[in-house]
Nanobody
């Protein structure tokens, strides 16, 4: 099982980034996919989740209206489009796949929002 994130980097406040997570080694379409983030000194928190079959999404309050999560089943990839970024969004972003008791994590990608 592999989850490989990419797309992180340094961006100015108000800017945008799109993260990607390519999945392999499991049945992508049957798993709930999510993005978490962890800032220095803080616990890992859920940012967004998309349910299997693309039936719905959940967003943490602070990112609602700014972030959009999507999935491409044919490419076994999930995306996190992040707009109007601010310094509070600075964190390592992790891709997560869950089905039942099985949970898989990527290695994370750093997002830094700074002028």
């Amino acid at each position: 099982v592999q989850l490989v994130e990419s797309g992180g980097g340094l961006v100015q406040p108000g800017g945008s980034l799109t993260l990607s997570c390519v999945a392999s080694g499991f049945t992508f379409s049957t798993h709930v996919m999510a993005w978490f983030r962890q800032a220095p000194g803080k616990e890992r928190e859920l940012v967004a989740r998309i349910y299997s079959g693309g039936s719905g999404t959940y967003y943490e309050n602070s990112v609602k209206g700014r972030f959009r999560m999507s999935r491409d089943i044919a490419q076994s990839t999930v995306y996190l489009q992040m707009n109007r970024l601010n310094p509070d969004d600075t964190a390592v972003y992790y891709c997560n796949a869950i089905r039942g008791s099985a949970s898989y994590w990527g290695q994370g990608t750093q997002v830094t929002v700074s002028s």
